[in-house]
């Protein structure tokens, strides 16, 4: 990918609605066939948190009324894993409330792991910051993806978390990296951030020390008890011009729908993936809000001749 600087990125995403998703359009057809990657979210360890993340119910700053639960048993996961395998998931991703997992935890979620790949299921799990020693466990574990948000630009972020630093967030990401796992990152849309921290953000993703394999959008999903529970809504043509960028910006990597899919028509959701959004969560449940009902969307991507096995 070409170093870009903001005021090209400004450029791309600012130009005219209908040019910047036929051009978006245009080069996820160079790149993709019209396919969606189906993936699965579960919480392997809920609640607790002790980052105060502005959108989480989980972080134990918020006043989120959430039920804690300590890691999954095994067995658990194995019939966890069993269904999504039944069901036509291609990855499993696993999600734990740490700010960093300690070395029991991390000796566990490997068993996870390995339970995923007898299964033949591709694995993320998204564990909070990791030192280059427990992403090189990670790795001998069979990880194939770690994810890890920026969640929004350098310049918002200290509005959305104080526990943890942007800076904190990208060593994360650079010793996924060198451990040789692929990286799944991205944001959140929707917490009151302006168009130049929108820009600011993709900006920010394209300077990444790795190239990720997979970003994630997000439409922020207001939870009461959270600092962002009252935020205005976001323009939804905001949603489509940010997907239509990172697709030009990033032709090869998937760009995954996730939270707030739940929120979205089905027009709305048609305009996502035409414009370059080709992953999508798949299930009733993300960590710890609803997702879109599985047999709507086996309905909406046969409407729209999109195959799901990708
Ligand atoms: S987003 Fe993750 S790190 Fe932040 S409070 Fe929630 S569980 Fe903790």
């Given at each position: 990918m070409n170093l870009t600087n903001q005021q090209q990125i400004a450029e791309i995403y600012q130009q005219p609605f209908f040019q910047l998703i036929s051009k978006s359009r245009h080069i996820h057809q160079q790149n993709f066939a019209d396919d969606m990657e189906l993936c699965q979210l579960i919480s392997v360890k809920t609640g607790g948190c002790?980052?105060?993340?502005?959108?989480?119910?989980?972080?134990?700053k918020n006043s989120s009324e959430i039920k804690v639960n300590p890691l999954l048993p095994t067995d658990e996961i194995e019939a966890i894993v069993k269904e999504a395998k039944a069901n036509g998931v291609k990855r499993l991703c696993m999600g734990a409330a740490y700010r960093s997992p300690n070395s029991s935890a991390l000796k566990k979620i490997c068993e996870y792991i390995k339970i995923v790949k007898q299964h033949d299921l591709e694995s993320c799990v998204t564990l909070g910051n990791i030192n280059p020693q427990q992403a090189q466990e990670l790795k001998q574990a069979g990880l194939d993806y770690y994810n890890h948000n920026i969640d929004t630009s350098p310049e918002y972020y200290p509005k959305i978390v104080t526990t943890r630093k942007f800076e904190d967030r990208i060593d994360t990401i650079k010793n996924v990296g060198e451990a040789g796992i692929q990286v799944c990152t991205g944001g959140i849309l929707?917490?009151?951030?302006?168009l130049e921290d929108r820009i600011s953000f993709i900006h920010a993703l394209t300077q990444l020390p790795f190239v990720p394999g997979s970003i994630t959008v997000n439409m922020l999903v207001k939870i009461p008890?959270?600092?962002?529970?009252d935020v205005p809504d976001l323009d939804k043509l905001e949603l489509v011009r940010v997907i239509a960028t990172i697709r030009i910006l990033f032709p090869q990597s998937r760009i995954r729908l996730t939270?707030?899919?739940?929120?979205?028509?089905e027009l709305e959701q048609s305009i996502c993936f035409m414009s370059g959004a080709n992953s999508i969560f798949y299930g009733e449940k993300l960590l710890t809000t609803d997702n879109n009902d599985k047999n709507s969307d086996h309905q909406l991507l046969a409407k729209l001749g999109i195959t799901s096995n990708a």
């Open positions: 002790p980052e105060d993340c502005g959108y989480c119910s989980q972080s134990i929707g917490m009151g951030e302006t008890g959270t600092k962002l529970n939270a707030g899919r739940i929120n979205l028509s």
